[in-house]
């Protein structure tokens, strides 16, 4: 099918073999690329029970049909298995400069299974995969290793994806790391590729895929350009980036504080975006072709980091570090946040198991005399998980597993064992919703409703609707998940557009009918793998303090009877029985 290579490339790090395989036009208009294609493979390929870190549990890396064309949103790759951190359905996406690379080589998917005797790094071509020794890599930080195997395969233009530490140690909230301050953050991908003794994967080739339609794509793709130029959310992505959220979360009272209990910060002014383009005066970097420039390069202006440059802070960072740990000072979260980098772990994870381990220290249920806004603690516990020794081993395992060893379920904050982002369900009701029925446990970005009800949309206070308002956002970022784009261009590429793109790239007419059908066939493959690994409906829920413990300071509160109102509400939309 256009904008497809029809190919699979199967690989056995056991066996150090590869081989490719057909992938078909029927599997292929049905689900698309992506999130779609990986879903029937994780299915077909997984065993049931599988234990996430055995080797025969698989690791799936896919793109789209979108990928490495003119297309400005079309810069990402995704990874799909089943989670170390969660035992359900794991998914992650990440941007930057590789995915181009990847669709060079010609194939549309890659599953990776069995485990390397000794450390392996893998260098995927349009001419076949080689495998190399990763021994002298083994134990070098994620920036470390991006540069050492890419200089070690010697193929200009050729880009990486690699593990840090963490993955290394097989931490279940590991991430894929490439270019540098971009990661495949959520679900423990880089645990995945640790227990492979997989370090890295370089992509190089000069293979070029057919669309069906190219004239009608570059036409779409100058459109959007031009639309560009006046968009006031673009432009607020290329002024500010995300920490732009960090203002509008402390001004509505939804950034989680204080692990959970507050709603703002004191000191959110001095962690704004306004406080970084001034203070900082980051650089814009943009991903493949993108005219978003999100990125922001921040280096350190003075002070005891003076000097440290990475690409960051985004939102969520902030949120994890400056609110839910109370770290007041912008330079000390650019510092965390460099640590978690270079280890390869979840920026988000992590502030959620360091506020927990806050709570717990004071609770006196851990012996850390940790407290909030204690940098160079949080900064030696990031190190110890990564290591997963001493405490870190406990806490490692993420916020549902070092809850229930330590007696502290009630205060855990966690949908399906995945920690939360930075949207306190309290205050925005539909992210309540979205949190409790994703398919991979409390995520902001299956369904941003967030978007929605800050800008006034929806009524963020009320339950009612939130069901079709949610399954909205789900749909049309399922779609955009198998083509794969990002979703910053939400405002700009609506449900009139898909259709135009998709018929573009693969030649497929489907009007927005056919693609919710589309969307809703992912979803109830997705969900049939969730129920066969153990999840029950009893799980699309929020943690018991989200439902009982009123937000601070407004006394905002989502009750049980209006959670399962919305619950139910989505299943009966989604033609899932009780």
Same mark, same amino acid.
């Given at each position: 099918?256009?904008?497809?290579y ?8 056991? &066996? ?30 997984? #065993? #049931?029970g ?5 080797p ?5 890396l ?23 951190q969660? +035992?359900?359905f ?19 998917a ?18 076949? %995969? ?10 070098? @930080? ?12 010697g ?26 301050? !971009? ?8 645990a ?18 057919? $669309? ?10 100058? @459109? ?16 500010? +980036? ?25 000191h ?20 493949? !072709? ?7 390069? &921040?280096? %350190? ?25 109370? %770290? ?25 198991? =360091? ?6 220290? /004071? ?22 998980? =990564? ?27 966690? *949908? ?7 949207? @306190?369900?309290r205050?925005?009701? +539909? ?15 299956? =369904?941003? *409703? ?7 949309? %929806? ?24 083509? $794969?784009?990002?979703r ?7 449900w ?5 793109? $998709? ?25 049939a793998?969730?129920? /066969? ?6 799980? @699309?829920?929020? #943690?018991? /303090?989200i ?32």
């Open positions: 099918m256009d904008g497809f029809n190919r699979l490339l199967r690989v056995d790090l056991g &066996t150090q073999t590869w081989k490719a395989e057909p992938i078909g036009d029927e599997i292929l208009s049905q689900y698309l690329g992506g999130k779609g294609l990986a879903s029937q493979l994780l299915l077909q390929n997984a #065993p #049931p599988v234990d996430p870190l055995a025969e549990s698989p690791l799936i896919a793109i789209g049909p979108a990928t490495g064309t003119v297309l400005a949103p079309a810069s990402r790759y995704g990874l799909y298995g089943k989670s170390p969660t +035992g359900i794991a998914e992650s996406y990440s941007g930057g400069h590789v995915a181009p690379q990847i669709k060079a080589t010609g194939y549309d890659f599953l990776f299974q069995g485990a390397a005797e000794r450390p392996v790094f893998l260098e995927i071509s349009d001419t076949g %995969v080689v495998f190399h020794d990763a021994t002298p890599y083994w134990g070098m @930080d994620a920036y470390e290793a991006e540069d050492a195997l890419e200089a070690a395969v193929v200009r233009g050729a880009k990486s994806i690699v593990i840090g530490p963490a993955g290394e140690n097989q931490v279940p909230f590991a991430v894929v790391a490439n270019d540098r301050g !971009r990661q495949a953050g959520r679900t423990g991908m880089g995945l590729m640790g227990s492979k003794r997989l370090k890295g994967i370089v992509f190089h080739g000069k293979t070029q895929g057919k $669309i069906h339609d190219a004239d009608a794509i570059a036409a779409f793709d100058q @459109d959007l350009r031009e639309r560009g130029k006046t968009d006031a959310g673009a432009k607020a992505y290329r002024n500010f +980036g995300t920490p732009m959220v960090v203002a509008i979360a402390n001004t509505v009272g939804s950034f989680p504080s204080y692990y959970w209990s507050a709603g703002t910060v004191p959110w002014k001095q962690i704004s975006a306004d406080w970084l383009v001034e203070h900082f005066k980051p650089k814009p970097k943009a991903c493949f !072709r993108c005219f978003f420039a999100c990125g922001k390069v &921040t280096t %350190v202006p003075d002070g005891r980091h003076a000097g440290l440059t990475l690409e960051g802070p985004e939102y969520e960072t902030l949120f994890a570090f400056g609110g839910l740990c109370a %770290v007041d000072d912008l330079a000390e979260i650019l510092y965390l946040n460099d640590i978690c980098d270079r280890l390869g772990i979840d920026t988000i994870t992590a502030g959620n198991v =360091a506020g927990f381990a806050i709570e717990a220290s /004071r609770r006196g249920a851990l012996d850390l005399k940790l407290d909030y806004g204690d940098v160079d603690g949080i900064a030696e516990l990031l190190h110890l998980i =990564a290591r997963r020794e001493g405490v870190g081993a406990l806490l490692s395992q993420g916020v549902r597993a070092a809850s229930r060893e330590l007696g502290l379920e009630q205060l855990a904050i966690h *949908v399906k064992g995945l920690e939360p982002a930075g949207y @306190d369900p205050a925005l009701k +539909g992210m309540g919703l979205a949190y409790a029925i994703s398919d991979r446990g409390a995520c902001h970005l299956r =369904a941003t *409703v967030y978007k929605a009800e800050f800008a006034g949309w %929806v009524d963020r206070t009320t339950a009612e609707g939130k069901a079709d308002v949610v399954l909205d956002f789900e749909d049309r970022h399922t779609i955009y998940d198998t083509l $794969i784009f990002c910053f261009y939400r405002d700009m590429i609506g009139d557009h898909l259709p135009t793109v $998709i018929r573009g790239l693969t030649g497929l007419e489907l009007d927005k009918a056919g693609l919710q059908a589309l969307s809703a066939r992912i979803a109830n493959a997705i969900r793998f969730n129920l /066969r690994e153990g999840m029950t409906p009893a799980d @699309d829920t929020l #943690p018991e /303090r439902l009982t413990e009123p937000l601070q300071p407004k006394g905002e509160t989502l009750t049980r009877a209006e959670l399962e109102k919305m619950v139910g509400e989505y299943y009966a939309r989604r033609g899932w029985s009780a």
